[in-house]
């Protein structure tokens, strides 16, 4: 079944760092640029980051730049995203796509909150 399941979130103070996992099964990550998205409540859902099918190019929205890290480990499938210095506006459901979209996973729940 090809489908992407995301994990690693969790409820984490301001300040705090949580690493974010994509999975891809039934098809080769490593053949697709690959993106983070996420939704906070009553909001659209919003491109984060994205990286190159090599990992060699990166792009960021301006809210996360230089605390969010996105990056690949093409043997095993997967993409993260490492989020430092996490703020309370970071809270949001986190979604992981390929560039040619597959349907949504159900995503992975990031609360930061004191």
């Known amino acids: 079944q090809v489908q992407i399941v995301e994990s690693g979130g969790g409820l984490v103070q301001p300040g705090g760092s949580l690493r974010l996992s994509c999975t891809g099964t039934?098809?080769?990550?490593?053949?697709?640029?690959m993106k983070w998205y996420r939704q906070a409540p009553g909001k659209e859902r919003a491109l984060v980051a994205s990286?190159?099918?090599?990992?060699?190019?990166?792009s960021y929205a301006g809210s996360v730049k230089g605390r969010f890290t996105i990056s690949r480990d093409n043997p095993k499938n997967t993409v993260y995203l490492q989020m430092n210095s996490l703020r309370s506006e970071d809270t949001a459901m986190y979604y992981c796509n390929r560039n040619s979209p597959l349907p949504w996973g159900q995503g992975t729940q990031v609360t930061v909150s004191s």
């Open positions: 039934g098809f080769v990550v490593s053949y697709y640029p």
């Open positions: 990286i190159s099918t090599t990992g060699g190019v990166t």
